[in-house]
């Protein structure tokens, strides 16, 4: 299997997208989630271990030490991500992308420049951001696109069918759903599901399914 999987992917060329954006609050505090960018970072790792041409696009996450080979482009914030993206699928073609980043999904309505007071009561007007997945699948050609989907405290049964919707929505041809406690992962196809119980076993499966 090992062998199999190397052969698969040798020489591919992988976009994928770790961690999560920020969105600025004023010009010294953000609005951001906690992804980690774990998952992202070790499909970046695995699949560059065997043989493929990786770009990551990674958040602002704790420091961590990757493989040289790995063409890392770091971002911080929700326009950054965008633009950067937009901008390196314009120059460039992939084979798949793995878009596992916790992207932001709301900006404040105004924004304000230089520090809001630490004193006072304030209502905080959220707008909705534009879909950064809307533009990859314009941009992404005949690449194989991967998306992630995060829920809280649903069923299997209830995981499973956002996936699917999920899926049908983004023009996708896998999705990864989880949802915490309980953990649990979903990896699905038009017409295959697998489960996984946690990071590695996402990794695992996308290993085999892609190419």
Known sequence: ????????????????TAGPTWVALDSVRVISNIAS???????????????????????????????????????????????????ELKERKFDSIIHSAAVSDFKPLHGHKGKLPSHKNLTLRLTALPKIVSDIKKLCGQAKLVIFKLEINVSKKTLLGRARKALQAAGAEIVVANSFNPYRAVILTQDKAWEAKNKNGIVNTLLRVLH
């Open 1 to 16: 299997m090992p062998e199999a999987r190397s052969q698969k992917l040798k020489g591919k060329k992988i976009l994928i």
């Open 37 to 87: 960018g774990e998952t992202g970072i070790k499909l970046a790792e695995k699949m560059q271990k065997l043989g493929a041409k990786v770009t990551l696009f990674l958040g602002p996450v704790a420091a961590t030490s990757l493989n040289n080979s790995i063409t890392v482009i770091h971002f911080r914030y929700f326009d950054e991500l965008r633009n950067k993206i937009i901008r």
